[in-house]
Nanobody
Framework: QVQLVESGGGLVQPGGSLGLSCAVS????????MGWFRQAPGKERELVAA???????NYEDSVKGRFTISRDNAKNTGSLQMNSLKPEDTAVYYC???????????WGQGTQVTVSS
């Protein structure tokens, strides 16, 4: 059974929008940080966005002003709203959640985002 379940990926034209969701599928007592990495073929995995339990946010420079990360602490779920998408945003997006007591990192299964006309 997967630890986190992702949804919301797909094919979109340049300038379009997609929203990604990340939901806990196994029992986790508490979550510290949450966020998304992405990886395109032949490229290194990079951190796209992260959010702390207190709501502090950090974004990769190329997505600032276009992407917004949020979370629901009670439900341990996260969302990534992606606007003004560009072809260079094409990648597999992996959400993660860091458990606060054990410091274990839980991963989503990945979802494909393709930006193309």
């Amino acid at each position: 059974q997967v630890q986190l379940v992702e949804s919301g990926g797909g094919l979109v034209q340049p300038g379009g929008s997609l929203g990604l969701s990340c939901a806990v599928s196994v029992r986790i007592f508490s979550i510290n940080g949450m966020g998304w990495f992405r990886q395109a073929p032949g490229k290194e995995r990079e951190l796209v966005a992260a959010i702390s339990s207190g709501g502090w946010r950090n974004y990769e420079d190329s997505v600032k002003g276009r992407f917004t990360i949020s979370r629901d602490n009670a439900k341990n779920t996260g969302s990534l709203q992606m606007n003004s998408l560009k072809p260079e945003d094409t990648a597999v997006y992996y959400c993660y959640a860091d458990e606060g007591a054990t410091a274990r990192r839980y991963w989503g299964q990945g979802t494909q985002v393709t930006v193309s006309s």
